[in-house]
């Protein structure tokens, strides 16, 4: 079993950047791939970036490659994503995802653990 409590979200203006957590917790957490999702408005929930616990691996969805950087900090186990340059198309609840798979997985089906959410606003 494993837990996923996210963190760090809130309303913020476009350009602005700001930073979510996922602190992890249970057993053999090393063996997982993290991933950060996020469910727009009327959307479905859409694959955001990844990483393995040694940070070696890592994959972004385009929209927001060069803008959004994921990483790990092993020692506390928390995931961090770090979002710049933010726009209206940001906007929506953010999930941290853990994933049992032998491979880095885009979709929803691939991860087994689930944060609540934390919801990230930009105002334009």
């Known amino acids: 079993q494993v837990q996923l409590v996210e963190s760090g979200g809130g309303l913020v203006q476009a350009g602005d950047s700001l930073r979510i957590s996922c602190a992890a917790s249970g057993r053999a957490l090393s063996t997982y791939y993290m991933g950060w999702f996020r469910q727009r408005p009327g959307k479905e929930r859409e694959f955001v970036a990844g990483?393995?616990?040694?940070?070696?691996?890592?994959a972004y969805t385009d929209s927001v490659k060069g803008r959004f950087t994921i990483s790990v900090d092993s020692a506390k186990y928390t995931v961090l994503l770090q979002m710049t340059n933010l726009t209206s198309d940001d906007t929506a609840s953010y999930y941290c995802?853990?994933?049992?798979?032998?491979?880095?997985?885009?979709?929803?089906?691939?991860?087994?653990?689930w944060g609540q959410g934390t919801q990230v606003t930009v105002s334009s």
């Open positions: 990483i393995s616990w040694s940070g070696r691996s890592r």
């Open positions: 995802a853990a994933s049992a798979s032998a491979w880095m997985g885009r979709t929803t089906g691939q991860y087994k653990y």
